[in-house]
């Protein structure tokens, strides 16, 4: 199955799009290709769905009017040029792995509270037969 925008070769998984042509006088390529650093497929499907919304919230702040050429500018070089380069730097490092896991734990105990309470509710319900 072929995943739109990623691109795999010599072990190496891409983010590859073309430029809207409304907005293609801003880009000096006609398609922007990034390498997503990672040969995992799992890996690489996340990377390109940040980079995706990434893509499209520029593509949108872009079109809206309400930004100088001077920032649509700075917006493209940030987005062909450094896009990847903090979200590396923390997964080469392991930074904010805790918060991660803490974040991760958080949201897993909030699920079974609401698991828990859901069961409880179908329980109580199939005990009165009562599921309408």
């Not at 450094?82 to 792995?97: S, V």
Request: overall charge positive; charged content about 25%.
């Amino acid at each position: 199955m072929r995943i739109q925008h990623l691109f795999f070769r010599q072990n190496m998984y891409y983010y590859v799009a073309r430029v809207p042509q409304d907005i293609a006088g801003y880009f000096p390529v006609k398609t922007v290709w990034r390498s997503l650093r990672t040969g995992c497929l799992k890996s690489a499907k996340t990377l390109l769905k940040a980079l995706e919304y990434r893509a499209e919230r520029i593509y949108m702040q872009m079109r809206s009017g309400m930004l100088t050429d001077e920032q649509i500018k700075q917006l493209v070089a940030e987005f062909l040029h450094g896009e990847l380069n903090g979200a590396e730097t923390e997964r080469a490092t392991g930074g904010n792995i805790r918060q991660m896991i803490t974040a991760s734990d958080q949201g897993i105990d909030f699920l079974s509270d609401i698991y828990s309470k859901v069961a409880r509710a179908v329980r109580n319900d199939l005990a009165r037969n009562d599921l309408a």
